[in-house]
Nanobody, 116 residues
Framework: QVQVVESGGGLVQAGGSLRLSCAAS????????MGWYRRAPGKERELVAG???????YYVPSVKGRFTISRDNVKNTVDLQMNSLKSEDTAVYYC??????????WGQGIQVTVSS
């Protein structure tokens, strides 16, 4: 089992910045990737940014150049620095730990609200 705990988030004005942090604990040896998803009101959940064990990263096109994911494989943490926030970034953000591409572990979700 892997436990995932998120922190950060909150309310910010458009153009501002927020940082989300996530830490995984437990049977972390199985983790092959960590990332951040979000679910906006009335929309499907989407992968925002991900980081594999080998250092490769992925960003959904809408956040490229504004968000930066950083992962520490030793500490089993993943952060998401979000700059130039837009109202459409408003969502509940979830940290994900992928265990051997077979099992997903999720955080409880954290609200990010961007006011225009």
């Amino acid at each position: 089992q892997v436990q995932v705990v998120e922190s950060g988030g909150g309310l910010v004005q458009a153009g501002g910045s927020l940082r989300l942090s996530c830490a995984a604990s437990g049977d972390t040896d199985c983790i092959t990737a960590m990332g951040w998803y979000r679910r906006a009101p009335g929309k499907e959940r989407e992968l925002v940014a991900g980081a594999l064990n080998d250092g490769r990263t992925y960003y959904v096109p809408s956040v490229k150049g504004r968000f930066t994911i950083s992962r520490d494989n030793v500490k089993n943490t993943v952060d998401l620095q979000m700059n130039s926030l837009k109202s459409e970034d408003t969502a509940v953000y979830y940290c994900n730990a992928d265990c051997k591409a077979t099992t997903d572990y999720w955080g409880q979700g954290i609200q990010v609200t961007v006011s225009s």
